[in-house]
């Protein structure tokens, strides 16, 4: 199995600084603002299935070039105009690939899966770029939203998908307790092997 020297240990409860908020609402991901400093300053950025656009407005903030995309124009529209940040709208699920040809210095996907599309997602990234990856895996069932299989990730799932031609910087899966327990599984990755990087703190 690829990378089986990367430790998935379940998430401890009560864990500061975590927390699944409901899709594009609220405070960007702890996960997707501790790797973020891996991406190249300045860099082009693909927020992908973005919502409401949380971890837009903050990367844009913090001086990469944002492109936000989302198949729902009203949470687009709440992103409008907001500086470093360029909209787009697309079925991303139905219909040709919208990102033919294109590549970002990092993509970010957070409380999305569409496995049709992982292989194309990897693609975005360019050589040497990062993916942030976190989303629901088997078990959130028991906490409600979403419980389709077809959108919880399988146990070690990311570690599979994210394998040959890729180096992983962090694996996490387990159940997150609080106020809005689930099941996750998040990944950080750069696109190459053997890219040598400096591992960013936990919060």
């Not at 919880?152 to 910087?169: F, S």
């Amino acid at each position: 199995m690829p990378h089986d020297n990367v430790p998935a240990n379940p998430l401890p409860p009560g864990r500061p600084g975590i927390a699944v908020t409901p899709h594009g609402g609220g405070p960007p991901s702890a996960w997707v603002q501790r790797f973020a400093p891996l991406i190249r300053s300045r860099g082009d950025v693909l927020d992908f299935a973005c919502g409401a656009g949380r971890h837009a407005r903050w990367l844009a903030a913090h001086g990469w070039r944002v492109e936000a995309v989302d198949r729902d124009a009203e949470s687009l529209g709440a992103l409008a105009g907001v500086p470093g940040v360029q909209v787009r709208q697309a079925e991303l699920g139905q219909g040709a690939w919208p990102y033919r040809g294109r590549q970002f210095d990092a993509v970010v996907v957070t409380n999305y899966l569409f496995r049709a599309h992982f292989e194309l997602l990897l693609e975005l990234v360019t050589p040497g770029g990062v993916l942030i990856y976190e989303t629901f895996m088997a078990g959130n069932e028991r906490f409600g939203k979403p419980s389709n299989p077809a959108f919880l990730l399988a146990p070690n799932e990311l570690l599979r998908r994210v394998h040959d031609g890729w180096t992983v910087v962090a694996f996490e899966q387990g159940v997150i307790a609080g106020e809005r327990p689930a099941a996750i599984q998040r990944i950080c990755a750069l696109k190459g092997v053997g890219v040598q990087f400096t591992l960013p703190p936990a919060a």
